[in-house]
């Protein structure tokens, strides 16, 4: 099922979405990313149980990407799933978010 | 080392002990099995056994599978019996040989089973044989013959004994060699008739895919077929087409078939009718054709700029003119070819007219369904129910019929048809609110039917992504927030997907619809970029009526006809 949570780790924020990332809610996405941008030194988005994600869900991830490097934060993705991962290729995306395995990596 | 107790034994009263014996068999034995000219061996073989055993002569018989009968292939003493050959059953080798037993002659002079004639012959005198036969699982395959112990006794069962076990291994070392030899007979078999298969499929033309309007398509249930086809160009820009079948099967068809091949088109090269084309091959191959083979063919020529086709038979099954779904039988006139010279072929004129021609080397016409013929009506019946597929999968599903009915094994087709635009065969079509939340279904549904058609997964959900991708920018820019409809459809042609979202918002001008560059990155405009990548191309137009808009995305999938390939 679709769903996106927050949860805090010691100054850092990690996003978790899961189910199908689409126009139908990516905005519920978008502010929560950037909501927890607001919050911590670094972020990390859970991609793990993300099944497809669609443009709209991707330029939510690229806006907290470019938001956090405007404020100087680390913004990270953890452990993209194929689904998710095929999307960042086919949108020449993969080399420009820094993808992680998993949220041990969130504040190397 | 220690020796094993020498044990007397009654079994071996020729004069040698046991161990001497086995001594003497091993001896034999190894000789045998390490040999790499066994002809040699065996030549010493036989004459350690004449020495082992004390006789005057000794001789190894073996059968001879293409003349029947038993030969002298190694032969001892006084007597060279080399080359003589025996009946099987016929004295005391044949009889060792029918009986598969070990033959005792004491008094040979008595002795109804023996042969004289040699005696008489040579001078030699004959006192007593004994002969074992040289047995292996499939019974015997020759014997072992000695003649008169230099002691003058006659020959007792213990000799026989001896006599017996000393065949064993030569019995075995002949039939290794000889399943060797059959080994290295069928690997070189195999090898000629891989090279004759691929000099067959290299006279083949090769494949034009530039809308070209003959294919070709052969079936071969065998390593050599017999059968063949060809089309070139002429210089005034008809096609000349040739299929052809050489009758039987193997190396000598598969030769006459490279040479029928070669002379059809060498003289459908000069633009010669029909029937004139058919006679003077006809005249070649039966100045060398003499081992009652014969080639059934077809010949023709196309003219594309006015559709008429010209085209004679030599005992080739009739060719099918399928046009609207009537089937003419185009019969051949004339008989195979390289029978008779001086033949006259006659032929047939016509209009494609749009149709198709077939023509099938097995004579689909002629073949038997159960125990009614196919016949016209069945051929066009199947003919009918594949017309609406592109020609290649159309001759693939045709033979596939055609093989379940078990009426061909081994085919070769040949089809003349025009390219056309085949009507497109539609996937899926569902009508969905203009509303993010109803994008979920919509892709699941286009998972299925690109699922149903064997696409492979990566290229699937790139797919999808894209229409996805499509139907988000109609909500979002087309609608712009309005309710609405969009129409999905999904249609396969020929090897073409062809997704279509058909809108009633007002007119989106294309210009406006410029995806970014992929190296900038910026969260929008990004929809489209992904479009763009997994597509070969798309298009917006405006919605007939002059509502709406019609958003057109393809991508040519050439595993969806060419499965086969």
């Known amino acids: ?108 | 080392m220690n020796m094993a107790p020498v044990r007397q034994s009654g079994a071996f009263p020729a004069g040698g002990t046991e161990a001497r014996t086995l001594a003497f068999l091993a001896d034999l034995s190894e000789a045998l099995a390490v040999s790499l000219d066994l002809r040699q061996t065996l030549a010493g073989a036989v004459t350690r056994i004449a020495d082992y055993m004390q006789v005057e002569a000794a001789s190894l018989f073996l059968l001879d599978p293409e003349r029947g009968g038993l030969e002298c292939r190694l032969c001892v003493g006084p007597v060279d019996l080399t080359g003589l050959h025996l009946a099987v059953g016929q004295g005391v080798v044949g009889r060792a040989v029918a009986e598969n037993a070990t033959q005792i002659v004491v008094d040979a002079e008595t002795d109804p089973r023996v042969n004289r004639r040699v005696d008489a012959e040579t001078g030699f005198v004959t006192r007593s044989i004994l002969c074992t036969p040289l047995g292996t699982a499939h019974g015997p395959i020759g014997a072992l013959e000695v003649i008169n112990r230099r002691d003058g006794q006659p020959f007792a069962a213990g000799d026989a004994e001896i006599l017996r076990l000393l065949a064993a291994p030569a019995a075995l070392a002949i039939n290794n060699a000889r399943m060797a030899r059959e080994l290295i007979e069928q690997q070189r078999l195999r090898r000629e008739f891989d090279l004759a298969r691929r000099l067959q499929k290299a006279l083949l033309p090769k494949r034009r895919r530039d809308g070209f309007p003959l294919l070709g398509v052969n079936v071969s249930a065998h390593e050599i077929s017999g059968d063949f086809y060809d089309y070139f160009d002429l210089a005034d820009g008809r096609i000349g087409f040739v299929i052809g079948d050489v009758s039987g099967k193997g190396l000598d068809a598969a030769l006459l078939m490279t040479r029928a091949a070669s002379l059809l088109r060498w003289a459908g090269r000069d633009g010669l009718a029909p029937a004139e084309w058919l006679r003077r091959v006809n005249e070649e191959l039966c100045q060398t054709t003499h081992d009652g083979r014969f080639v059934c063919a077809l010949v023709g020529y196309y003219a594309r700029a006015t559709g008429h086709v010209c085209l004679a038979g030599a005992g080739f099954p009739p060719a099918l003119h399928y046009r609207g779904g009537d089937v003419t039988e185009l019969p051949a006139h004339g008989p195979p070819l390289g029978i008779v010279a001086g033949m006259e072929f006659g032929g047939h004129d016509f209009d494609l007219a749009g149709g198709s021609l077939y023509a099938f080397s097995d004579g689909v016409t002629d073949v038997r369904s159960g125990d009614s013929r196919l016949g016209a009506s069945g051929v066009r019946a199947l003919i009918a129910r594949h017309a609406g597929i592109a020609p290649e999968p159309r001759l693939r599903a045709l033979i596939v019929e055609l093989k379940r009915l078990a009426l061909v094994d081994d085919t070769t087709l040949l089809l003349l048809e025009e390219p056309r635009a085949h009507a497109a065969e539609e996937l899926l079509r569902l009508d969905f609110a203009a509303d993010a939340g109803r994008l979920r279904e919509m892709r699941a549904a286009l998972r299925d039917v690109l699922d149903r058609i064997g696409i492979e997964p990566v290229l699937r959900d790139q797919l999808v992504l894209a229409v996805d991708e499509a139907a988000a920018n109609v909500i979002r820019h087309a609608y712009a927030g309005a309710p609405g409809d969009i129409a999905l459809a999904v249609r396969r042609d020929a090897g073409m997907l062809e997704f279509e979202l058909a809108d009633t918002a007002p007119c989106v001008d294309p210009a406006r619809l410029k995806p970014r560059d992929l190296d900038e990155c910026r969260p929008g405009g990004l929809g489209l970029c992904l479009i763009d990548a997994v597509m070969d191309d798309w298009r917006l137009l405006p919605a007939p009526g002059g509502c709406g808009n019609v958003l057109r995305l393809r991508k040519r999938c050439p595993r969806l006809t060419e499965e086969e390939e």
Request: hydrophobic share 50%.
């Open chain 1, 1 to 108: 099922m679709n769903g996106v949570s927050c949860e805090s780790l010691d100054g850092a924020a990690l996003v978790r979405l899961a189910g199908e990332v689409d126009l139908s809610w990516s905005q519920e996405v978008r502010r929560t990313i950037l909501d927890a941008l607001r919050g911590a030194a670094a972020v990390g988005v859970e991609l793990s149980a993300v099944s497809y994600i669609d443009s709209s869900g991707i330029a939510a991830l690229v806006e907290g990407f470019q938001t956090a490097r405007v404020q100087g934060r680390r913004f990270v993705l953890v452990g993209a799933s194929p689904p998710v991962r095929a999307v960042l290729e086919l949108a020449r995306l993969d080399r420009v978010f820094v993808l992680v395995e998993d949220a041990s990596g969130l504040c190397g």
